[in-house]
């Protein structure tokens, strides 16, 4: 009940279909300010002695206004004493989301929001390949013992060896192994393993030309 009310009092000063939307859905109207329903939500939400953690990853794969009404939501929210954010995302595109916004200081906005920025590397090429390598090792070392030996054969198609270049990130990755052991599974008798990955790599990565050799 108090979140509804502080939530209406929020969303009423912020005009949108969205939030008219939501309004609309909550039938409870404050007759205390803001603040005041923030001090006793806050005190209410203590008494739980809960600590709540949100995950958001990816905010960057949101169109522009999404990504301006999801950081709204964490500057309303966060100043609340159980609430915790930790947020994945591409710090350029947050600040050109809300340059579309007409946010004055982009910058100064995600300081006000983010206490702590943390940067991580970019994966690189050479770990993805050593990703799938070492899956496909696990997966298949008991029924294929020299599995291993098939990806140092490799290095006659690439240059040092690195067969699954074309593969750049680690959801693709994630992606291709899925694919590659369902359908290695249902055909494992009638396959080369060694052939069987080429295949699946053009499949994946180039699928034209794996539709003309098909």
Same mark, same amino acid.
């Given at each position: 009940?108090?979140?509804?009310?502080?939530?209406?009092?929020? &969303?009423?000063?912020? #005009?949108?279909?969205?939030?008219?939307? &939501? $309004?609309?859905?909550?039938?409870?109207?404050?007759?205390?300010?803001?603040?005041?329903?923030?001090?006793? $939500?806050?005190?209410? $939400?203590?008494?739980?002695?809960? !600590?709540?953690?949100?995950?958001?990853?990816?905010?960057?794969?949101?169109?522009?206004?999404?990504?301006?009404?999801?950081?709204?939501?964490?500057?309303?929210?966060?100043?609340?004493?159980?609430?915790?954010?930790?947020?994945?995302?591409?710090?350029?595109?947050?600040?050109?989301?809300? /340059?579309?916004?007409?946010?004055?200081?982009?910058?100064?906005?995600?300081?006000?929001?983010?206490?702590?920025?943390?940067? &991580?590397?970019?994966?690189?090429?050479?770990?993805?390949?050593?990703?799938?390598?070492?899956?496909?090792?696990?997966?298949?070392? !008991?029924?294929?013992?020299?599995?291993?030996?098939?990806?140092?054969? %490799?290095?006659?198609?690439?240059?040092?060896?690195?067969?699954?270049?074309?593969?750049? /990130?680690?959801?693709?990755?994630?992606?291709?192994?899925?694919?590659? %052991?369902?359908?290695?599974?249902?055909? #494992?008798?009638?396959?080369?393993?060694?052939? %069987?990955?080429?295949?699946?790599?053009?499949?994946?990565?180039?699928?034209?030309?794996?539709?003309?050799?098909?």
């Amino acid at each position: 009940k108090d979140i509804k009310k502080y939530g209406k009092t929020v &969303l009423s000063v912020y #005009k949108s279909s969205t939030t008219e939307i &939501l $309004l609309n859905s909550l039938d409870l109207i404050s007759d205390n300010s803001i603040s005041e329903d923030f001090e006793n $939500l806050d005190k209410l $939400l203590n008494k739980l002695g809960k !600590k709540v953690i949100f995950f958001l990853d990816d905010l960057d794969r949101l169109q522009s206004n999404e990504v301006f009404e999801i950081l709204k939501l964490i500057r309303n929210t966060a100043s609340f004493s159980t609430f915790n954010y930790i947020v994945g995302y591409d710090k350029e595109y947050i600040i050109e989301a809300l /340059t579309k916004n007409q946010i004055p200081n982009p910058q100064k906005y995600c300081d006000k929001i983010f206490i702590n920025e943390y940067y &991580l590397l970019p994966i690189r090429n050479s770990e993805i390949n050593s990703f799938i390598k070492e899956k496909i090792i696990e997966q298949l070392s !008991k029924s294929i013992p020299d599995i291993s030996n098939v990806f140092e054969q %490799f290095t006659i198609y690439s240059q040092l060896g690195n067969i699954f270049s074309s593969i750049k /990130t680690l959801r693709d990755a994630k992606r291709f192994l899925n694919d590659f %052991f369902i359908s290695y599974y249902k055909i #494992k008798h009638n396959v080369s393993i060694r052939d %069987f990955i080429i295949i699946k790599l053009l499949k994946f990565s180039y699928n034209e030309l794996y539709f003309l050799l098909y």
